[in-house]
């Protein structure tokens, strides 16, 4: 199943490290996901608890695809911005990180495919 293949489920809440452009788009749809049954059930038991599961997912996915990127963790903020947010995560899904090793570890790529 090409989930597992190209996806680390051990990187779920990892704030360290790098991610690739799929890691990142399979970890924003899945926290999506989770959002929208956690807040469908906000009044059930497992509502809070799986909507904030899924914030955390996806923020920590983010930061990886950031620190793929070299960038400043400040730039997590900005995907709260209302139509920025859009535009910066649109920007973390279609441009290739750095293609060499950076502060945050190897390039992701190269170590997926040894």
């Known amino acids: 199943m090409w989930l597992f293949e190209t996806v680390e489920l051990r990187n779920l809440f990892r704030l360290s490290g790098r991610s690739t452009r799929r ?9 999506l996901a989770m959002a ?12 809070l608890p799986i909507t904030l599961m899924a914030l955390t997912l ?19 903020l900005a995907i709260f911005v209302p139509y920025l947010g859009i535009g910066i995560v649109t920007y973390f899904l279609f441009i290739p990180g ?4 950076n502060n945050s570890g190897a390039n992701p790529r190269e170590r997926n495919q040894s």
Do not use: Q
């Open 23 to 31: 890691e990142f788009l399979t970890f924003l749809v899945i926290g």
């Open 36 to 47: 929208v049954f956690g807040i469908a059930d906000l009044d059930g038991p497992f509502g």
């Open 58 to 76: 996806v923020v920590a996915a983010a930061v990886r695809r950031i620190n793929d990127h070299g960038g400043t963790k400040w730039v997590l």
């Open 98 to 101: 750095d293609p060499f090793a």
